[in-house]
């Protein structure tokens, strides 16, 4: 009998001890949920924005070429000889994106440079945060400073500028995205462990060889990274190109005349008299589609090169 009185005791469950554990769990397992919700919500959201794009695109690919659309050059779905050429618009977002990069890239990665390798602390400390308040200025802000500001200013250098022309819009661009290029670049310079430096010094290197030829082969991945991040944001631009670059759908490479880009043709429709469901609407969707995809593809690009050539120290 007494044996039997102990294997009951064992065998009975613990209650105050299981309720202890499951006090425990339970903020855990809502943390879990909570968190699992924010990533259901951001990817739920991508879906979301992707299928209302391909939905509408579809429908305007039902009465235009799909070839037509990826390889003409002439862009006017808003006149009476319609026409629905993307590359129009596609040239001269790669027009302003590409001048926007020939500022943000040297002057980003300089930057970067001095405030990693050759900046005291307290130096530092003032110079990288006034760099990062030219990311916080609205882009609006940056529109009318390339229109009323440098456009003016290129034109007396220049007089066979337009009023609306790529070169201002590219410029201010490149400004506006320079702090990006800058602040990634210098944080990837100084993930870089100090051990390789010493070791380049122990050599009898210079300031100038430790930096070109230790820190910056180091940092590669994340400053070939931060370019493409910062021209994917270029390309993705929106109120600059809208203001000081024009809304003249055009194939060309000439940065002095007006263009359009394909943010700024969003906006142009999105803000006008178009009805909706139409098929001049409908075109939104498409170069929308393009540019999702344009961007897309950037990101890709930006993670390949930094899985590929990441540097992992110990």
Not at 231 to 238: H, K, M
Not at 255 to 271: A, D, F, K, N, R
Not at 301 to 313: A, D, I, K, P, T
Request: with cysteine; glycine share 6%; hydrophobic share 55%.
């Amino acid at each position: 009998m007494a044996s039997d009185e102990l294997i009951g005791r064992q065998a009975a469950p613990n209650y105050p001890s299981l309720r202890r554990r499951w006090r425990k769990l339970l903020p855990e397992r809502i943390v879990i949920s909570v968190l699992f919700l924010c990533g259901a919500v951001t990817v739920l959201t991508t879906i979301a924005i992707v299928s209302v794009l391909l939905i509408e695109a579809i429908q305007f690919f039902q009465e235009v070429s799909f070839f037509e659309f990826v390889t003409g050059t002439r862009w006017t779905p808003l006149f009476a000889s319609k026409h629905f050429g993307v590359l129009a618009l596609v040239s001269g977002t790669v027009l302003v994106a590409f001048g926007a990069m020939l500022v943000a890239l040297p002057l980003g990665v300089l930057s970067a440079i001095y405030l990693s390798e050759y900046a005291p602390d307290k130096v530092r400390q003032v110079v990288k945060p006034v760099l990062e308040i030219l990311a916080g200025i609205p882009t609006v802000v940056y529109g009318y400073f390339a229109l009323i500001f440098v456009t003016p200013l290129l034109r007396n250098i220049y007089g066979d500028i337009a009023v609306f022309n790529g070169l201002s819009a590219a410029i201010v661009m490149g400004i506006m995205i320079m702090p990006m290029v800058s602040s990634l670049s210098e944080d990837a310079m100084r993930a870089v462990p100090r051990a390789l430096r010493e070791g380049a010094y122990a050599l009898g290197s210079t300031k100038l060889e430790v930096t070109t030829g230790v820190v910056i082969p180091a940092a590669l991945s994340g400053i070939v990274s931060a370019f493409v991040l910062a021209a994917s944001r270029a390309i993705g631009e929106t109120m600059i190109v809208s203001i000081a670059a024009g809304q003249n759908p055009s194939f060309t490479l000439n940065p002095l005349i007006p263009i359009e880009t394909m943010t700024g043709y969003i906006v142009q429709v999105s803000l006008g008299d178009t009805p909706t469901g139409t098929l001049e609407h409908r075109t939104i969707f498409a170069v929308a589609l393009a540019l999702f995809a344009i961007t897309f593809m950037m990101n890709l690009l930006s993670q390949y090169v930094l899985s590929r050539f990441r540097e992992e120290y110990e």
